[in-house]
């Protein structure tokens, strides 16, 4: 990696620990926030309603309408509470789509953000949203997505089911080998993005064994931080584009996608981007990073093959064109046949390399 690089680390203040659902009042303080909107997707109604309470009168609305991916129409929906109840200030609890739902209205108004996470998905620390229209998913970089606050509470992801917080791990250690590899990458986010592989790596197991188990969880979160914030300083590759495509115009569920993905993303990669692999594979305690990654996923019971998250053999040829059409600066070419290759073995679930 050259020594000549340009970093602006990002501006955000993070607040990380055990029970710090309880300074939420306090941050939304800090912020300036007096009447806020509490974001959720349906089925954390409850959470909302608990951040609610801890918001006491700063609190002006509550809308649980988040949905995967993000789609404009649910934005568009959430933009007449915003003026409705004079909305000036966001707090999202949840995955990435309440979190992408925030960045959304963001986007449009500018809002302050406060962030609290209970997956591991990383979408809090960057300044991307994706947002699906007409079936096809995009993303914008821009300075209004960028949440302000985050506040991590380990407690809020102990009851994370197991399936889903491995999937959810696995999606933020994608972040940080994309990381590894992207042409703006730097020697800083560099050590963050091993260091964060690592500790997902070491927290999966554990949390397969004890999904209650604080350790593996606080190891977890950490590496979703450092991985979220190697994301939010680098750019994206193959890896992620190929997600977009199979979230945005396939419907296929985020986390697991990114779960099947990842390791022939890497194999794809490989010997385009030898030291990010070693690196990898140093962070995993292996000796080859992408059958690494599917054995960590393999054994920790989470999904290997496109089709068994609901892609369509049929769909994998169109899949690669919309991969290939407009594609993100990738160390390897990106090579429409070598492309559906990957798909194919992506979607039987074979083993890289195999």
């Known amino acids: 990696m050259s020594l000549d ?24 303080e800090r912020l300036g926030i007096t009447r806020a909107m509490v974001l959720s997707t349906p089925g954390k109604t409850s959470l909302a309603e608990d951040v609610a309470g801890h918001l006491g009168d700063r609190c002006a609305a509550i809308l649980p309408t988040a949905r995967m991916h993000t789609p404009v129409e649910v934005t568009d929906e959430a933009m007449t509470t915003v003026e409705a109840e004079r909305i000036d200030g966001l707090v999202a609890i949840g995955g990435g789509s309440t979190t992408g739902l925030g960045k959304a209205i963001a986007y449009r108004t500018d809002l302050p953000q406060l962030v609290l996470p209970t997956t591991y998905s990383g979408s809090e620390l960057t300044d991307i949203l994706g947002q699906t229209e007409d079936g096809e998913k995009t993303t914008i970089r821009d300075a209004r997505v960028l949440p302000e606050t985050v506040v991590y509470d380990v407690g809020l992801t102990l009851c994370l089911p197991v399936a889903v ?29 091993e260091e964060g592989i690592r500790a997902l790596g070491a927290a999966i197991p554990g949390i397969v064994k004890s999904g209650a188990d604080e350790a ?41 996608t990114h779960t099947v993905i990842l390791p022939h993303a890497a194999a794809y990669n490989a010997a385009a981007a030898p030291d990010a692999m070693a690196a990898v594979a140093r962070a995993l305690g292996a000796d080859d990073a ?5 054995d960590l996923a393999k054994n920790a019971g989470a999904p290997t093959a496109l089709r068994d998250i609901g892609m369509s053999e049929d769909g994998l040829e169109r899949a690669a064109e919309i991969a290939t059409a407009n594609p993100y600066p990738n160390p390897r070419g990106l090579e429409r046949d070598a492309i559906r290759k990957l798909l194919d073995d992506a979607w039987h679930g074979r083993r890289p390399g195999a």
């Open 5 to 28: 690089f340009t970093y602006q680390p990002s501006p955000q203040r993070i607040v990380f620990g055990s029970g710090t659902l309880t300074q939420v009042a306090a941050e939304a």
């Open 165 to 193: 917080s491995v999937t959810s791990a696995m999606n933020a250690m994608a972040h940080a080998v994309e990381g590894l590899y992207a042409p703006n990458s730097n020697p800083i986010l560099a050590l963050m993005a």
């Open 216 to 256: 593996p969880r606080g190891e977890a979160l950490y590496g979703a931080w450092l991985c979220g914030t190697v994301l939010g300083g680098t750019s994206m590759a193959l890896h992620h584009k190929l997600c977009h495509v199979l979230g945005g115009s396939f419907g296929l569920p985020h986390a697991e």
């Open 290 to 294: 992408p059958t690494a990654l599917f």
